[in-house]
């Protein structure tokens, strides 16, 4: 991680609307006010400045079950944090999540080690594997694609998360991502992501499912807007997987090209004629 890659981590971490009494994060940071420890705003999952696909979310859900970094914790070092974020989804210190999508939970008093599903993540796994062609098993989680919010604080079903919320931390914060970011395509979930994006990039349009070019301070970027993961499920016709998204004519296999191009990616034989013939079978 680089110098300034840190610092913008914990500038997120340590977020300084969390000891502004008036702020108008107070309700969002309000929720955990019972707890004896904060769990801090989480900045990112993955290694951001090096995955070429990033998503962007609403806000992330929280478990206070989870093993993770809180405030006032002196067992939570800095390298301790960096490691958590950066290193997720492999290679840690711990083993902070599982397959892609279970989180490490706190030791039980027995001592015996437990996960929690992420069904969010599960989905994104999924997208990812759909739009560029790689088999789950082939997905080199945390560097092929890192995972953020427009809003960093941890909530239940997006709770306390207002307009005037996205608005603040995405001129707050995403900019400062944009700047570190390596990703080329952005992958932005659900319309709270999108209001985020908009409100702090000037002239930007989000076309649902389609691709949009945009340059910010000398880094060209491709966003993808997509309706969020809490909007699928696997019984929904609508789920946004290729067959689907191809058959409504709401993406064409051009599109799928040019985030092929863009990636750098080369598709198997077999993941192009299973695009072409719109088998109804997922890829993943």
Same mark, same amino acid.
């Given at each position: 991680m680089t110098v300034k890659s840190r610092k913008i981590l914990f500038k997120i971490v340590n977020c300084e609307e969390f000891d502004i009494p008036q702020s108008e994060c107070r309700a969002i940071i309000d929720i955990q006010r019972n707890e004896n420890k904060w769990q801090v705003p989480e900045p990112w999952s993955g290694e951001i400045t090096k995955s070429p696909v990033m998503f962007i979310g609403k806000n992330p859900s929280i478990n206070l079950e989870e093993e993770y970094p809180t405030r006032y914790d002196d067992n939570w070092t800095k390298d301790f944090i960096e490691d958590f974020f950066t290193n997720r989804f492999g290679n840690g210190r711990k083993v902070w999540v599982k397959d892609g999508k279970?989180? @490490? *939970?706190?030791?039980?008093?027995?001592?015996?080690?437990d996960y929690f599903s992420i069904a969010n993540w599960s989905k994104i796994m999924k997208l990812y594997s759909q739009i560029t062609g790689k088999r789950i098993n082939e997905i080199k989680l945390g560097l092929d694609y890192a995972i953020t919010d427009i809003v960093h604080c941890k909530s239940e079903k997006g709770k306390a998360v207002t307009t005037k919320l996205i608005k603040k931390c995405a001129k707050t914060h995403l900019i400062d991502i944009l700047d570190i970011t390596k990703a080329r395509l952005i992958i932005v979930l659900g319309n709270d992501a999108k209001s985020g994006v908009v409100s702090a990039l000037e002239g930007i349009k989000l076309p649902l499912f389609k691709l949009y070019k945009h340059k910010y301070k000398q880094k060209e970027f491709y966003f993808l807007f997509m309706r969020h993961t809490n909007y699928w499920c696997e019984e929904n016709e609508k789920e946004p997987s290729p067959k689907n @998204? *191809?058959?409504?004519?709401?993406?064409?296999?051009?599109?799928?090209?040019?985030?092929?191009?863009?990636?750098?990616i080369n598709p198997k034989e077999e993941y192009i004629n299973w695009l072409r013939e719109g088998k109804s079978e997922c890829w993943y």
């Open positions: 279970r989180v @490490l *939970l706190k030791p039980k008093k027995n001592g015996k080690i @998204l *191809l058959d409504r004519g709401e993406m064409s296999l051009t599109d799928f090209e040019k985030i092929w191009e863009i990636l750098c």
